[in-house]
């Protein structure tokens, strides 16, 4: 089956830790993303990336960090800097030329106490 | 400011009873108009893309229309399984043109 898998599915850390979220994909499609969705507010992009070791800031990235040193991954990294990290983050993939029409995972719950 | 507004924010139909949901945007050009569907705890679904005024686009008991300044999302005869939000999002052709603006949404549940 293609598709994007994020794992884990919930995640829990303590105040002051790093944590990296992972987010795999085998449609072969040339761009990623990382957004984060809270109750009350839409999806707010983190980061993107069109290709390989290329990688964009989006409206959030304070905070946040990425890699994608091969296509299929886009890992995120949420760091301690991040002042409110308890969100759901939620990883899509599309096409180079059809990025409206984004993929997306089933989503990290995660929460920091 | 580019924005996005859905309404009604939640909207409750009995099943088999049409209905339409509202996206109503503010953009600096539009380059297209995008419906997705969420189930609870999980990812969004694409659904359509809309790119001009007057364009249509169906799919099975869902047809999303696009005017200048809104976009609906009718539902014919919904079931209980059309329960989901249904998120509207838009691409402005000013700034970054890989940016989505996204709506709240429109949380709609449909008894049996």
Redesign the interface.
Known sequence: DGG?TQSPKYLFRKEGQNVTLSCEQNLNHD?MYWYRQDP??????IY?S?IVNDF?K??IAEGYSVSREKKESFPLTVTSAQKNPTAFY???SSPWDR?????????T?LTVT | EDQVTQSPEALRLQEGESSSLNCSYTVSGLRGLFWYRQDPGKGPEFLFTLYSAGEEKEKERLKATLTKKESFLHITAPKPEDSATYLCAVQGRAGNNRKLIWGLGTSLAVNP
């Open positions: 994007i761009a009350g507010q839409g999806l707010r992009l993107y069109q964009q989006g409206d939620l990883c899509a990025f409206n029409e984004q993929y997306f995972g089933p989503g719950r």
